[in-house]
């Protein structure tokens, strides 16, 4: 099997990847550095989602101002929205086991410094916010590095399942973390939370370093030079199979995704149903994400037109949840938004790293990360303004109307680039939308 550049990569005139046949949940765990990998990545995960909560909380108790949290949202984002690209060079560049050993270290090490500061009673909210912006900073190497080295581990074979059982890891996480994090904050403090959290790492840490190298399929790096980042901003923009499932997870992820507003303003504003059922509401979406998660990684093919539907889909939900008018069926509406969300997410990540060259993949998934992350610090604020100002109602709405209005667009010009149209036709009674060929049009004509 080849594993030289543009080995997996789509031919630019086809927007639609597929790789045929059903695979089994968890096969890429059959290979043992990608095992270490995940194994590694649980339990970080698990700290991970303490330290958020934790992190929160600490700010709300030292400012009492839900306006601090928001600023050290925005501080952990960032730094990938302003240099996000320039991680994805640094990834192409070096090894990037070698860059996860560092990036890792360094996030473990936040965490015990926030331990440090906190137990030892001189914590203050600019502490908070420093400490913010360095883990957002690390985070913008750690992530195109650990996105790319996915397939290094696995190959393109099992690509697509490594990347489902990523997000079912860090859902099943989500599950637990939180959790955990607020028994450590009731029984012994926040600080104890943060020394967990920083101690954590040490598992990814040793995953990596009992990996054998000689088991990593090679990808040849991009050799030290000027112009890298251009040449993969212009790579991205002649290839209508990476650029427009990028565009539309941008949309998707910095107007849809908004979840902390909605469902803190719902449970507060809407249902007046208090903190244990906003805790609920959470676990709900939490479980929804990891059934899409696990359903993703049995599926054997990454298309394009999935992705459209999927964010399609999702925009309706959130509009029908946003106009639910009791909180039961508010609540059950969360698990399907959270398990089309998951779809959504991991169809393009997986249909843009398999359309990559590999040795564009770090600048590709850079920008991946920057636009679907990185616009958090865009979408909260202004959803943010819209739901003060207009309600939590349509706050919702209007996340999951610009999600619906971009799956179409999107859909649509890919339609057009793979020189499709719609056809609308009958059967058994009901209308019928399909995608086909210009030719069988004028043929049918």
């Given amino acids: 099997m080849s594993t030289g550049p543009g080995a997996d990569s789509a031919p630019v005139h086809k927007p639609t990847l597929d790789t045929r046949g059903r695979g089994e949940t968890f096969s890429s765990l059959r290979i043992r550095n990608y095992r270490l990998f995940f194994t590694g990545a649980i339990v970080s995960n698990t700290g991970t989602w303490m330290a958020r909560i934790t992190q929160d909380w600490l700010v709300l108790s030292l400012t009492g101002s839900a306006a601090a949290v928001g600023i050290t949202t925005a501080l952990q984002f960032l730094p990938m929205l302003l240099f996000g690209l320039y991680g994805g060079v640094i990834a192409d560049r070096y090894p990037k086991r070698r860059l996860l050993l560092v990036s890792q270290a360094a996030l473990g090490l936040c965490g015990i410094a926030l331990a440090v500061l906190t137990l030892s009673g001189n914590i203050q909210v600019w502490h908070v916010y420093l400490i913010a912006f360095l883990l957002g900073m690390v985070t913008v190497v750690d992530n195109p590095a650990r996105q790319a080295f996915v397939s290094e581990m696995v190959g393109p074979d099992q690509l697509r399942n490594a990347v489902s059982l990523n997000s079912a890891n860090f859902q099943s996480a989500r599950l637990v973390g939180p959790a955990v994090a607020g028994v450590l904050i009731a029984g012994v403090g926040s600080g104890w939370a943060f020394l967990l959290n920083g101690l954590f790492f ?24 000027k112009g890298q980042l251009r040449e993969g901003l212009r790579y991205v923009a002649a290839r209508p199979d990476l650029i427009w499932p990028i565009v539309l997870v941008g949309f998707v992820g910095t107007f849809g995704f908004n979840f902390p507003i909605w469902l803190t303003a719902f449970s507060g504003d ?58 039961w069926l508010f609540a059950l509406l969360l698990v399907p938004i959270g398990m089309i969300g998951l779809t959504v997410n991991i169809t393009a990540n997986s249909a843009v790293q398999m359309a ?42 209007t996340g999951g109307a610009i999600s619906l209005a971009a799956a179409v667009v999107v859909g649509l010009v890919l339609a057009r680039v793979g020189g499709l149209r719609v056809a609308w036709a009958w059967r058994h009674g009901h209308p019928q939308v399909r995608f086909v060929a210009r030719e069988r049009l004028a043929t049918a004509a």
């Fill in 202 to 225: 040490l598992a990814p840490l040793t995953s990596l370093l009992l990996m054998r190298p000689g088991e990593l399929h090679k990808v040849e790096r991009a050799p030290r030079g």
């Fill in 270 to 327: 809407v249902f007046h149903v208090g903190a244990g059922a906003y805790g609920f509401l959470n676990t709900l979406m939490a479980a929804g994400s990891l059934v899409g998660a696990l359903a993703a990684a049995r599926r054997g093919s990454t298309r394009l037109r999935m992705l459209v539907i999927a964010a399609a889909v999702f925009g309706v939900l959130e509009i029908a949840a946003a106009l639910s008018p009791a909180f």
């Fill in 356 to 397: 990559t060259d590999p040795a564009m993949r770090g600048r590709v998934m850079s920008l991946y990360m920057m636009v679907f992350a990185g616009g958090t610090p865009i979408g909260a604020p202004l959803l943010g303004w819209v739901t003060d100002t207009y309600g939590a109602r349509v706050g919702f709405a």
